[in-house]
Protein backbone atom coordinates (compact mmCIF):
# COMPACT_ATOMS: atom_id res chain seq x y z
CA UNK A 1 0.00 0.00 0.00
CA UNK A 2 1.28 3.36 -0.64
CA UNK A 3 0.20 7.43 -1.67
CA UNK A 4 1.73 7.59 -5.32
CA UNK A 5 -1.03 7.22 -8.03
CA UNK A 6 -1.97 8.61 -11.55
CA UNK A 7 -4.34 11.55 -11.28
CA UNK A 8 -5.35 12.86 -14.60
CA UNK A 9 -2.34 10.81 -16.61
CA UNK A 10 0.90 12.46 -13.84
CA UNK A 11 1.93 10.67 -11.09
CA UNK A 12 1.35 12.68 -7.46
CA UNK A 13 3.09 11.80 -3.95
CA UNK A 14 -0.63 12.48 -1.48
CA UNK A 15 -1.28 15.76 -3.33
CA UNK A 16 1.82 16.44 -4.80
CA UNK A 17 2.93 16.29 -8.10
CA UNK A 18 6.21 14.73 -9.31
CA UNK A 19 6.97 16.69 -12.06
CA UNK A 20 6.64 19.90 -9.82
CA UNK A 21 8.70 18.31 -7.29
CA UNK A 22 10.96 17.47 -10.39
CA UNK A 23 11.13 20.93 -11.59
CA UNK A 24 11.83 22.91 -8.53
CA UNK A 25 14.24 20.56 -6.69
CA UNK A 26 15.54 18.55 -9.53
CA UNK A 27 16.18 15.04 -10.33
CA UNK A 28 17.69 12.79 -9.33
CA UNK A 29 15.48 12.67 -5.98
CA UNK A 30 13.81 10.52 -3.40
CA UNK A 31 10.41 11.15 -2.56
CA UNK A 32 9.02 9.86 0.79
CA UNK A 33 5.11 10.06 1.63
CA UNK A 34 4.58 10.89 5.10
CA UNK A 35 0.89 9.35 4.93
CA UNK A 36 2.83 5.75 3.76
CA UNK A 37 5.25 5.95 6.63
CA UNK A 38 2.40 6.62 9.18
CA UNK A 39 0.10 4.18 7.42
CA UNK A 40 2.90 1.59 7.55
CA UNK A 41 4.05 1.98 11.12
CA UNK A 42 0.35 2.47 12.73
CA UNK A 43 -0.76 -1.09 11.01
CA UNK A 44 2.97 -2.83 11.80
CA UNK A 45 2.42 -1.27 15.55
CA UNK A 46 -1.61 -2.08 15.63
CA UNK A 47 -0.83 -5.76 14.86
CA UNK A 48 0.51 -6.33 18.52
CA UNK A 49 -1.88 -4.10 20.17
CA UNK A 50 -2.88 -7.36 22.13
CA UNK A 51 0.16 -7.52 24.01
CA UNK A 52 3.65 -5.44 25.39
CA UNK A 53 5.74 -4.24 22.35
CA UNK A 54 7.77 -1.90 21.24
CA UNK A 55 8.35 -1.09 17.66
CA UNK A 56 12.09 0.13 16.95
CA UNK A 57 12.55 1.16 13.17
CA UNK A 58 15.83 -0.01 11.63
CA UNK A 59 17.51 3.11 10.75
CA UNK A 60 19.89 1.87 8.61
CA UNK A 61 16.64 0.90 5.86
CA UNK A 62 16.43 4.93 6.30
CA UNK A 63 17.97 7.49 8.12
CA UNK A 64 17.03 10.66 7.25
CA UNK A 65 16.45 12.63 10.36
CA UNK A 66 13.14 13.71 8.64
CA UNK A 67 11.67 10.73 8.29
CA UNK A 68 12.68 9.32 11.78
CA UNK A 69 11.21 12.22 13.38
CA UNK A 70 7.82 11.37 11.98
CA UNK A 71 7.97 7.75 12.76
CA UNK A 72 9.43 8.70 16.39
CA UNK A 73 6.46 11.25 17.14
CA UNK A 74 4.20 7.94 16.21
CA UNK A 75 5.56 5.90 19.32
CA UNK A 76 8.64 4.13 17.17
CA UNK A 77 12.23 3.48 18.77
CA UNK A 78 15.15 2.60 16.74
CA UNK A 79 17.38 0.06 15.71
CA UNK A 80 20.97 1.22 15.13
CA UNK A 81 23.88 -0.56 14.16
CA UNK A 82 26.33 2.39 14.63
CA UNK A 83 27.52 5.56 16.76
CA UNK A 84 26.15 7.44 13.69
CA UNK A 85 22.80 5.82 13.78
CA UNK A 86 22.49 6.74 17.71
CA UNK A 87 23.31 10.06 16.89
CA UNK A 88 20.69 10.55 14.53
CA UNK A 89 17.92 9.07 16.13
CA UNK A 90 18.84 11.27 19.21
CA UNK A 91 18.60 14.00 16.66
CA UNK A 92 15.02 12.94 15.55
CA UNK A 93 13.96 13.47 19.29
CA UNK A 94 13.56 9.76 19.55
CA UNK A 95 14.09 8.99 23.25
CA UNK A 96 16.92 6.88 24.31
CA UNK A 97 14.98 4.24 26.25
CA UNK A 98 13.48 3.30 22.98
CA UNK A 99 16.89 2.43 21.11
CA UNK A 100 18.48 -1.40 20.77
CA UNK A 101 21.86 -1.39 19.36
CA UNK A 102 22.77 -4.65 16.99
CA UNK A 103 25.40 -5.37 14.59
CA UNK A 104 28.72 -7.38 14.81
CA UNK A 105 31.79 -4.57 15.44
CA UNK A 106 30.76 -1.93 18.16
CA UNK A 107 33.59 -0.05 18.66
CA UNK A 108 34.56 1.71 22.73
CA UNK A 109 33.80 4.87 21.42
CA UNK A 110 30.51 3.82 19.92
CA UNK A 111 29.54 1.85 23.27
CA UNK A 112 30.68 4.53 25.18
CA UNK A 113 28.09 6.69 23.39
CA UNK A 114 25.56 4.46 23.89
CA UNK A 115 26.16 4.12 27.44
CA UNK A 116 25.97 7.54 28.29
CA UNK A 117 22.85 7.84 26.50
CA UNK A 118 21.23 5.11 28.08
CA UNK A 119 19.65 3.35 25.39
CA UNK A 120 17.18 0.15 26.50
CA UNK A 121 19.64 -2.85 25.43
CA UNK A 122 22.97 -3.24 23.53
CA UNK A 123 21.97 -7.15 21.34
CA UNK A 124 25.29 -8.83 22.19
CA UNK A 125 26.58 -10.44 19.22
CA UNK A 126 30.37 -12.20 20.14
CA UNK A 127 31.94 -13.11 23.89
CA UNK A 128 34.56 -10.48 23.30
CA UNK A 129 32.18 -7.44 22.81
CA UNK A 130 30.25 -8.74 26.08
CA UNK A 131 33.70 -8.60 27.95
CA UNK A 132 34.53 -5.23 26.10
CA UNK A 133 30.69 -3.79 27.16
CA UNK A 134 31.20 -5.09 30.86
CA UNK A 135 34.78 -3.67 30.94
CA UNK A 136 33.12 0.22 29.50
CA UNK A 137 30.43 -0.22 31.52
CA UNK A 138 32.42 -0.19 34.59
CA UNK A 139 35.06 2.36 33.53
CA UNK A 140 31.83 4.55 32.92
CA UNK A 141 30.50 3.86 36.25
CA UNK A 142 27.19 2.35 34.99
CA UNK A 143 25.45 -1.13 34.28
CA UNK A 144 24.91 -1.71 30.66
CA UNK A 145 21.30 -3.87 29.48
CA UNK A 146 22.20 -6.39 27.69
CA UNK A 147 20.37 -9.03 25.26
CA UNK A 148 22.04 -11.58 23.82
CA UNK A 149 21.65 -11.94 19.97
CA UNK A 150 21.20 -15.48 18.85
CA UNK A 151 21.87 -17.41 15.74
CA UNK A 152 19.34 -19.55 15.76
CA UNK A 153 20.11 -21.50 12.43
CA UNK A 154 17.06 -21.16 10.66
CA UNK A 155 17.24 -20.44 6.51
CA UNK A 156 15.21 -17.33 5.44
CA UNK A 157 14.87 -18.35 2.34
CA UNK A 158 16.02 -15.10 1.53
CA UNK A 159 19.00 -13.68 -0.88
CA UNK A 160 21.88 -15.09 0.28
CA UNK A 161 23.84 -11.69 0.93
CA UNK A 162 20.65 -10.41 3.66
CA UNK A 163 19.95 -13.78 5.22
CA UNK A 164 21.55 -13.58 8.82
CA UNK A 165 20.48 -15.88 10.65
CA UNK A 166 22.52 -19.52 9.38
CA UNK A 167 25.22 -21.16 11.05
CA UNK A 168 27.89 -19.78 8.30
CA UNK A 169 26.73 -15.86 8.89
CA UNK A 170 28.66 -13.81 11.28
CA UNK A 171 25.65 -12.51 13.56
CA UNK A 172 24.46 -13.49 16.61
CA UNK A 173 25.90 -16.03 18.94
CA UNK A 174 24.89 -19.82 18.14
CA UNK A 175 21.83 -21.23 19.36
CA UNK A 176 23.88 -23.91 20.80
CA UNK A 177 26.60 -22.07 23.00
CA UNK A 178 24.23 -18.86 24.10
CA UNK A 179 23.40 -20.82 26.83
CA UNK A 180 26.69 -20.67 27.96
CA UNK A 181 27.40 -16.89 26.69
CA UNK A 182 24.18 -15.74 29.47
CA UNK A 183 25.82 -18.11 32.28
CA UNK A 184 28.95 -15.97 31.82
CA UNK A 185 27.18 -12.77 31.41
CA UNK A 186 25.89 -13.94 34.74
CA UNK A 187 29.14 -13.57 36.36
CA UNK A 188 29.56 -10.04 35.14
CA UNK A 189 29.31 -7.34 37.34
CA UNK A 190 28.57 -4.59 35.19
CA UNK A 191 26.19 -5.66 32.92
CA UNK A 192 22.43 -6.69 33.36
CA UNK A 193 20.49 -9.19 31.46
CA UNK A 194 17.39 -7.87 30.27
CA UNK A 195 16.34 -9.75 26.98
CA UNK A 196 17.39 -12.10 24.11
CA UNK A 197 17.81 -11.02 20.38
CA UNK A 198 17.60 -12.61 17.04
CA UNK A 199 17.08 -11.25 13.80
CA UNK A 200 17.38 -14.08 10.68
CA UNK A 201 17.59 -11.59 7.55
CA UNK A 202 15.35 -9.60 5.25
CA UNK A 203 12.71 -9.24 3.05
CA UNK A 204 11.27 -12.55 4.01
CA UNK A 205 8.22 -13.71 2.36
CA UNK A 206 7.27 -16.58 4.25
CA UNK A 207 6.38 -16.89 7.89
CA UNK A 208 7.80 -20.27 8.53
CA UNK A 209 11.22 -19.33 9.47
CA UNK A 210 10.35 -16.35 11.50
CA UNK A 211 8.27 -19.20 13.80
CA UNK A 212 11.12 -21.70 13.27
CA UNK A 213 13.43 -19.40 14.85
CA UNK A 214 10.43 -17.90 17.66
CA UNK A 215 10.78 -22.08 18.53
CA UNK A 216 14.02 -22.15 19.18
CA UNK A 217 13.98 -19.37 21.48
CA UNK A 218 11.50 -20.39 23.08
CA UNK A 219 13.74 -23.30 24.22
CA UNK A 220 16.19 -21.06 25.37
CA UNK A 221 14.24 -18.84 27.22
CA UNK A 222 13.02 -22.15 28.99
CA UNK A 223 16.89 -22.64 29.71
CA UNK A 224 17.80 -19.66 31.33
CA UNK A 225 14.50 -19.41 33.32
CA UNK A 226 15.90 -23.18 34.89
CA UNK A 227 19.09 -20.99 35.73
CA UNK A 228 17.68 -18.16 37.10
CA UNK A 229 17.00 -15.91 34.25
CA UNK A 230 14.29 -14.15 33.80
CA UNK A 231 13.89 -11.38 30.53
CA UNK A 232 12.44 -8.34 30.13
CA UNK A 233 12.58 -8.01 26.29
CA UNK A 234 12.07 -10.64 23.91
CA UNK A 235 13.56 -9.16 20.58
CA UNK A 236 12.12 -11.07 17.19
CA UNK A 237 14.52 -8.28 14.84
CA UNK A 238 12.72 -6.87 11.57
CA UNK A 239 12.72 -8.85 7.77
CA UNK A 240 9.68 -8.75 6.64
CA UNK A 241 9.28 -8.69 2.91
CA UNK A 242 7.26 -6.29 0.62
CA UNK A 243 6.27 -6.53 -2.58
CA UNK A 244 8.48 -5.12 -5.37
CA UNK A 245 6.99 -7.30 -8.25
CA UNK A 246 4.90 -10.30 -7.48
CA UNK A 247 5.80 -11.44 -4.11
CA UNK A 248 3.19 -11.88 -1.94
CA UNK A 249 4.68 -11.51 1.51
CA UNK A 250 2.25 -12.09 4.69
CA UNK A 251 0.61 -8.81 5.94
CA UNK A 252 1.44 -7.44 9.45
CA UNK A 253 -1.09 -8.88 11.18
CA UNK A 254 -0.74 -12.41 9.66
CA UNK A 255 2.73 -11.87 10.65
CA UNK A 256 1.41 -11.06 14.24
CA UNK A 257 -0.28 -13.86 14.53
CA UNK A 258 1.55 -16.35 13.74
CA UNK A 259 3.75 -15.29 16.41
CA UNK A 260 1.46 -14.28 19.06
CA UNK A 261 -0.29 -18.02 18.37
CA UNK A 262 3.54 -19.33 18.95
CA UNK A 263 4.00 -17.33 22.30
CA UNK A 264 0.89 -17.60 23.87
CA UNK A 265 0.47 -15.42 26.56
CA UNK A 266 3.36 -13.11 26.32
CA UNK A 267 5.47 -12.41 29.78
CA UNK A 268 7.75 -9.88 28.28
CA UNK A 269 7.68 -6.90 26.13
CA UNK A 270 8.06 -8.16 22.40
CA UNK A 271 10.51 -5.96 20.49
CA UNK A 272 10.35 -5.91 16.81
CA UNK A 273 12.69 -4.20 14.43
CA UNK A 274 11.18 -3.46 11.01
CA UNK A 275 12.69 -1.38 8.22
CA UNK A 276 12.03 -2.70 4.80
CA UNK A 277 8.18 -2.82 5.58
CA UNK A 278 7.61 0.59 7.15
CA UNK A 279 9.88 2.76 4.37
CA UNK A 280 10.07 0.70 1.38
CA UNK A 281 6.82 1.48 -0.05
CA UNK A 282 6.86 4.88 1.42
CA UNK A 283 9.34 6.24 -1.21
CA UNK A 284 10.46 6.65 -4.97
CA UNK A 285 13.47 7.39 -6.64
CA UNK A 286 12.59 10.31 -9.38
CA UNK A 287 15.04 10.31 -12.22
CA UNK A 288 14.87 11.84 -15.72
CA UNK A 289 15.77 10.70 -18.70
CA UNK A 290 18.70 12.47 -20.07
CA UNK A 291 19.83 10.18 -23.55
CA UNK A 292 17.92 7.68 -25.46
CA UNK A 293 20.69 5.45 -27.33
CA UNK A 294 19.62 2.36 -29.52
CA UNK A 295 22.42 0.18 -30.51
CA UNK A 296 22.10 -3.00 -32.61
CA UNK A 297 20.92 -4.83 -29.96
CA UNK A 298 19.51 -2.93 -27.18
CA UNK A 299 17.93 0.27 -26.71
CA UNK A 300 18.94 1.66 -23.89
CA UNK A 301 17.01 4.95 -21.42
CA UNK A 302 20.05 7.04 -20.11
CA UNK A 303 19.15 8.43 -17.21
CA UNK A 304 20.16 10.77 -14.68
CA UNK A 305 19.88 8.10 -11.57
CA UNK A 306 22.66 5.66 -11.11
CA UNK A 307 23.85 2.86 -9.00
CA UNK A 308 25.19 5.46 -7.20
CA UNK A 309 21.75 6.87 -6.11
CA UNK A 310 20.26 2.80 -5.58
CA UNK A 311 22.35 0.07 -5.56
CA UNK A 312 19.82 -2.65 -5.24
CA UNK A 313 19.38 -3.60 -8.62
CA UNK A 314 23.59 -3.98 -9.37
CA UNK A 315 24.00 -5.34 -5.93
CA UNK A 316 21.40 -7.87 -5.59
CA UNK A 317 19.77 -8.02 -8.83
CA UNK A 318 16.65 -6.24 -7.28
CA UNK A 319 13.90 -5.54 -9.18
CA UNK A 320 12.53 -1.91 -8.85
CA UNK A 321 9.42 -1.36 -10.46
CA UNK A 322 9.85 1.60 -12.57
CA UNK A 323 6.85 3.96 -14.56
CA UNK A 324 7.23 7.08 -16.23
CA UNK A 325 5.25 10.27 -14.51
CA UNK A 326 3.34 11.06 -17.29
CA UNK A 327 1.20 8.22 -19.36
CA UNK A 328 0.17 8.03 -22.53
CA UNK A 329 -1.45 5.04 -23.43
CA UNK A 330 -1.31 5.90 -27.10
CA UNK A 331 2.02 5.46 -27.31
CA UNK A 332 2.58 1.94 -27.01
CA UNK A 333 5.24 0.15 -25.41
CA UNK A 334 9.25 -0.97 -25.97
CA UNK A 335 11.94 -3.11 -24.37
CA UNK A 336 14.41 -0.92 -22.44
CA UNK A 337 17.52 -1.17 -20.47
CA UNK A 338 17.03 1.52 -18.13
CA UNK A 339 21.04 2.52 -17.24
CA UNK A 340 22.94 5.56 -15.10
CA UNK A 341 26.17 7.68 -15.93
CA UNK A 342 28.45 5.75 -14.15
CA UNK A 343 31.07 3.51 -15.80
CA UNK A 344 29.90 0.02 -15.08
CA UNK A 345 28.33 -2.03 -16.66
CA UNK A 346 26.76 -3.06 -13.65
CA UNK A 347 25.15 0.26 -13.73
CA UNK A 348 21.69 -0.39 -14.53
CA UNK A 349 18.01 0.40 -12.85
CA UNK A 350 16.15 -2.17 -15.00
CA UNK A 351 16.92 -4.99 -18.14
CA UNK A 352 14.86 -6.08 -20.43
CA UNK A 353 11.87 -3.99 -19.08
CA UNK A 354 8.62 -3.10 -21.17
CA UNK A 355 7.76 0.33 -20.53
CA UNK A 356 5.69 3.18 -21.83
CA UNK A 357 7.49 4.35 -25.07
CA UNK A 358 9.11 7.58 -23.73
CA UNK A 359 11.25 10.69 -24.79
CA UNK A 360 14.59 12.46 -23.26
CA UNK A 361 13.49 14.73 -20.96
CA UNK A 362 10.67 12.89 -19.25
CA UNK A 363 10.53 11.79 -15.88
CA UNK A 364 10.64 7.66 -14.40
CA UNK A 365 9.66 7.06 -11.02
CA UNK A 366 11.92 4.37 -9.70
CA UNK A 367 9.13 2.48 -6.68
CA UNK A 368 9.85 1.13 -3.80
CA UNK A 369 13.12 2.67 -2.46
CA UNK A 370 12.39 4.30 0.52
CA UNK A 371 14.23 1.60 2.37
CA UNK A 372 18.17 0.88 1.67
CA UNK A 373 17.70 3.34 -1.31
CA UNK A 374 20.06 6.62 -0.04
CA UNK A 375 20.94 4.73 2.92
CA UNK A 376 23.04 2.84 0.56
CA UNK A 377 23.86 5.72 -1.80
CA UNK A 378 27.70 6.99 -2.23
CA UNK A 379 29.96 9.34 -4.12
CA UNK A 380 30.93 6.86 -6.79
CA UNK A 381 31.98 8.68 -9.67
CA UNK A 382 32.52 11.94 -7.81
CA UNK A 383 28.50 11.68 -8.59
CA UNK A 384 26.90 14.50 -5.56
CA UNK A 385 24.22 12.29 -3.61
CA UNK A 386 20.58 13.00 -4.54
CA UNK A 387 18.13 15.48 -2.37
CA UNK A 388 15.81 13.69 -0.23
CA UNK A 389 11.62 15.41 -0.11
CA UNK A 390 9.39 14.69 2.56
CA UNK A 391 5.87 14.96 1.35
CA UNK A 392 2.85 15.54 3.53
CA UNK A 393 -0.75 16.06 1.58
CA UNK A 394 -0.24 19.27 -0.48
CA UNK A 395 2.94 20.04 0.68
CA UNK A 396 6.48 19.06 0.42
CA UNK A 397 9.78 19.71 2.23
CA UNK A 398 13.57 19.20 1.00
CA UNK A 399 14.31 17.15 4.19
CA UNK A 400 18.23 16.62 2.49
CA UNK A 401 19.52 19.18 0.01
CA UNK A 402 21.38 17.71 -2.85
CA UNK A 403 25.68 18.20 -2.07
CA UNK A 404 26.88 19.96 -4.44
CA UNK A 405 30.28 19.29 -6.20
CA UNK A 406 31.83 21.75 -3.52
CA UNK A 407 30.20 18.97 -0.68
CA UNK A 408 32.46 16.37 -2.69
CA UNK A 409 35.42 17.75 -1.47
CA UNK A 410 34.70 19.56 1.53
CA UNK A 411 36.65 17.15 3.77
CA UNK A 412 39.74 16.81 1.39
CA UNK A 413 42.93 18.73 1.55
CA UNK A 414 46.34 18.91 -0.75
CA UNK A 415 48.83 18.04 1.35
CA UNK A 416 51.94 20.23 2.11
CA UNK A 417 54.30 18.50 0.71
N1 LIG B 1 17.52 -5.60 12.57
C1 LIG B 1 18.77 -5.94 12.21
C2 LIG B 1 19.71 -6.38 13.24
C3 LIG B 1 19.14 -5.89 10.86
O1 LIG B 1 20.38 -6.25 10.51
C4 LIG B 1 18.21 -5.48 9.89
C5 LIG B 1 18.57 -5.41 8.47
C6 LIG B 1 16.92 -5.10 10.32
C7 LIG B 1 16.61 -5.18 11.67
C8 LIG B 1 15.86 -4.60 9.38
O2 LIG B 1 15.50 -5.54 8.44
P1 LIG B 1 14.23 -5.24 7.48
O3 LIG B 1 13.01 -5.21 8.33
O4 LIG B 1 14.47 -3.96 6.80
O5 LIG B 1 14.24 -6.39 6.54
N2 LIG B 1 20.51 -3.71 1.97
C9 LIG B 1 19.62 -4.85 1.88
C10 LIG B 1 18.97 -5.15 3.21
C11 LIG B 1 19.97 -5.40 4.32
C12 LIG B 1 19.30 -5.64 5.64
C13 LIG B 1 20.28 -5.62 6.74
N3 LIG B 1 19.73 -5.77 8.04
C14 LIG B 1 18.60 -4.59 0.78
O6 LIG B 1 18.65 -3.53 0.15
O7 LIG B 1 17.78 -5.44 0.50
Known amino acids: MHHFFYKDGELFCEDVSLKKIASEVGTPCYIYSHATLTHHFRVFDGSFDAVPHIICFAVKANSNIGVLHVLGKLGAGADIVSGGELYRARKAGIPAD ?146 YSDEKPPHPSEYAEALLHELKGVPYTLIFEPGRV ?88 VMSAGAYGFTMSSNYNSRPRAAEVLVKGDKYEVVRQRESWEDLVRLERIPTF
Open 98 to 243: RIVYSGVGKTIEEIDYALGEGILMFNIESSQELKVINERAGALGTKAPIAIRVNPDVDPRTHPYISTGMKKNKFGIDVDLALEEYRRAMELEHVEIVGVDCHIGSQLTELPPFVDALRRLKVLIERLHDIGISIRYLDLGGGLGIP
Open 278 to 365: IAGNAGILLTRILYIKETPLKKFLIVDAAMNDLIRPSLYGAYHHIQPVEIDGSRGEEIVDIVGPICETSDFLARDRKLQKCNSGEYLA
